[in-house]
Structure formats: structure tokens, C-alpha cells
């Protein structure tokens, strides 16, 4: 079913905060265009974290990456949003990193990365949000 993925700078110019994400990376001998039909629900390691995530109550969306002007992107390859700050004194950020990463800060879990978007990075996309932008883009793509 089609459905709206909001990129991550969007999100984190919404949050008005830096933001956290999972990305899923699957590309080794995979064929770039079999990323776009890749079942992401059925991905055992995605499977996993949503459902440690859903386990302890932490808010989650899927999103697209980095919106870019520039190309047409790659459709939706299966990344996720976090609703936790970046924040090393937060007691759910601690919880959530320590299932993500070793104590040397290594992820745990093959083909799963543990990213971070600093909100000023977002902010070089905020004429984005402005009204009919994505519109008038489309028209002169």
C-alpha cells in the first residue's frame, strides 16, 4: 500500500532536535535495483530490533534518508527512525545504545547501523518545508 515516508531531516527539523536512526545495509552482492523490491518487514535483523524496540516501549516510524534535491532517490530502504534524544545522560538513549552497541561503541548486530543526523545538518534542507516546495520541484525535475 503506497504511503508518505517522511525523510530523516525532515523529522529532525520537526522534532526541532538532532535524531537517531537505523539503517538496515544490504547492498553486498545484491543488484541496486533489488534494493527497491526488498521485503524490509521480512528482514530477520529489522525483525529483531522492532520488535526489542516495541518490547520496551520506544516510539519508532520508518523514514527515507537524507532528502536530496539533486536526484530522484531510491525509494524507501527499510531505515527507521528513533524516538529517543541523542542524549548520553538519557536513561532510554543508555538503554537503547546498550542494546545497539558494545561498550567500546561497536554494533553488535551485523547489518544494522546506529546513526545520528545533528539538527543543524537538517537545517541546510529547511526551504524544504516551505509550502509547494517538493510541488515545484517535481515540475522542473
Request: net charge negative; with cysteine; aromatic share 14%.
Amino acid at each position: 500500500m503506497p504511503m508518505l515516508i517522511e525523510h530523516i531531516d525532515a523529522i529532525a527539523r520537526k522534532k526541532g532536535r538532532d535524531v537517531l536512526f537505523l539503517d538496515f545495509p544490504q547492498r553486498k552482492n545484491k543488484n541496486i535495483f533489488d534494493l527497491f523490491n526488498m521485503d524490509w518487514d521480512s528482514l530477520p535483523i529489522r525483525q529483531q530490533v522492532v520488535a526489542w524496540l516495541d518490547q520496551n516501549q520506544i516510539e519508532w516510524q520508518i523514514c527515507g534518508g537524507f532528502a536530496d534535491e539533486n536526484s530522484m532517490g531510491v525509494g524507501y530502504l527499510g531505515r527507521i527512525y528513533v524516538d529517543v534524544p541523542f542524549d548520553t545522560n538519557d536513561s532510554v538513549y543508555q538503554k537503547l545504545s546498550n542494546y545497539l552497541e558494545t561498550p567500546s561503541g561497536k554494533m553488535k548486530f551485523k547489518g544494522v547501523k546506529f546513526c545520528y543526523l545533528p539538527l543543524e545538518m537538517a537545517m541546510k534542507n529547511v526551504h524544504h518545508d516551505e509550502p509547494g516546495f517538493w510541488e515545484r520541484w517535481a515540475e522542473d525535475f
